[in-house]
């Protein structure tokens, strides 16, 4: 028959024997399970591939997009500058007219000026309002000579300067021969007078000078 002491025994020793088994069980449930750990680092790997291709696209669509904004831009900036170009000679087309327009305007002006300049009263006619015609053409003369001097400002205002003709010789290029005369004493083609002045715009000829050419045949 069992004895209370020995059934107090018994207990400490299953106790003692529960107790070792749980210290032997945790190191066991601690340790990593190799398939599960696999499976993981698959999973793993199958995610980065997922997102290594999902960044390379975005890459590829981004280089893509670049690629089309720099296209897109060398074509626009090629269509400004052709833009800007046509619209640059349509301004210098106009300007030319209406520089022409002006140039028009001038010669009569100078005409008018030398006329005065060169206007000669009759001596025998109308001695009474004599003193009064020349004084009234000498301010006439005076107001052609001043619109004459502001219609050379403008025109400089606007780039554009007489050629200088008389004794150079003929440029061809600024230049037409209307007239010739033969003279020894000067060289052949060397202008002798100007018949109408002509005109340069930025350095490029706005109208041609007509002038008289020195011409004689060399023996």
Do not use: W
């Amino acid at each position: 028959m069992t004895t209370e002491a020995q059934k107090i025994e018994v207990l400490e020793q299953f106790q003692n024997y529960l107790q070792q088994s749980s210290l032997d069980l945790s190191p066991v449930a601690q340790q990593p399970d190799l398939f599960s750990l696999l499976s993981e680092l698959a999973s793993l790997r199958s995610e980065v591939k997922a997102e290594s291709r999902q960044f390379k696209n975005t890459l590829d669509t981004l280089s893509s997009a670049l690629t089309t904004v720099q296209e897109d831009k060398a074509h626009l900036s090629k269509e400004l500058t052709l833009t800007r170009k046509s619209l640059e000679q349509q301004q210098d087309k106009v300007m030319r007219t209406l520089l022409l327009e002006f140039i028009d305007i001038y010669d009569s002006l100078l005409s008018a000026s030398n006329v005065l300049q060169n206007y000669q009263p009759v001596s025998t006619l109308f001695k009474s309002s004599r003193k009064k015609d020349i004084a009234f053409i000498k301010r006439f003369e005076e107001g052609q000579l001043m619109s004459l001097k502001r219609f050379t400002q403008l025109l400089q205002r606007y780039q554009v300067h007489p050629i200088e003709c008389v004794g150079k010789l003929l440029d061809p290029t600024k230049m037409y021969a209307v007239e010739t005369i033969s003279n020894q004493e000067l060289d052949n083609g060397i202008v002798v007078d100007e018949l109408r002045t002509g005109f340069l715009y930025k350095n490029q000829v706005l109208r041609l000078a007509e002038v008289k050419v020195n011409k004689f045949n060399e023996k």
